[in-house]
């Protein structure tokens, strides 16, 4: 897992990978012809008051990019908590230092933010500030809506960020106003986001997330 996370992103510690690692509950890797191609983690924090659902490390193999392998296996966590509880509010709490993953964010999740055009509600961004303030202290901005460590780490390798610009839509004003908040995501800043989780959006992100699977496509949760 570390080995496929270092191709993509520079500046990495196996260190502060594997402590990322150690906190989270959910582990998919998704594996091809015996080989990892990807994988992503999620730490799920729950109360009778609200569930969250933060996303750590994630990364998928170039070749796969719009597979929606992500977006299956996370559906599948947001169905298992909403039911559990179906009129608790949930909130999916994501970091984005490259476009491709705000837009993942953006594109499937129909109340989400920030986004172009729209403030975030006052609630969603009490649970915003509260999270990522506790977990990241003085390193986030909440004025700003980013993460600075203090030293380059994690941002994504400059051939791979080539690659999202090159996939670019003309003109897509979403993925513009993910550059212009944070102009600083090359040096691995992260934009802080958050996505309400909503049990009506699901019959359409099932039918949206209905692809096709990759051929000998085999997904091992841990």
């Not at 994630?58 to 559990?84: D, H, M, N, P, Y």
């Not at 172009?116 to 506790?134: E, I, N, W």
């Not at 897509?172 to 908040?181: I, Q, V």
């Amino acid at each position: 897992m570390f080995a496929l996370f270092s191709r993509y992103y520079r500046d990495v510690a196996f260190e502060t990978f594997s402590s990322d690692l150690s906190e989270k509950d959910v582990v998919w890797v998704f594996a091809q012809r015996g080989a990892v191609v990807g994988f992503t983690t999620l730490l799920v924090r729950e109360s009778e008051r609200e569930a969250l659902l933060y996303s750590g490390d994630t990364v998928l193999e170039r070749e796969l990019w719009g597979s929606k392998l992500l977006q299956r296996a996370f559906l599948r966590e947001i169905v298992r908590v909403k039911l559990r509880r179906p009129w608790r509010p949930a909130y999916w709490l994501l970091m984005s230092k490259g476009e491709r993953t705000y837009l993942m964010m953006r594109r499937n999740f129909p109340v989400s933010y920030p986004r172009a055009g729209a403030t975030a509600p006052s609630r969603l961004a009490r649970v915003m500030d509260a999270f990522y303030a506790q977990k990241f202290g003085a390193a986030y901005d909440p004025e700003r809506g980013l993460v600075r460590f203090g030293e380059r780490r994690g941002a994504v390798r400059e051939e791979h960020l080539a690659a999202q610009a090159a996939q670019r839509e003309g003109g897509d004003a979403e993925a513009a106003f993910f550059l212009k908040r944070n102009p600083e995501h090359a040096d691995g800043v992260e934009l802080a986001c958050i996505a309400e989780l909503r049990l009506r959006d699901v019959p359409w992100q099932m039918k949206k997330f209905r692809r096709p699977a990759p051929s000998r496509e085999i997904v091992l949760e841990v």
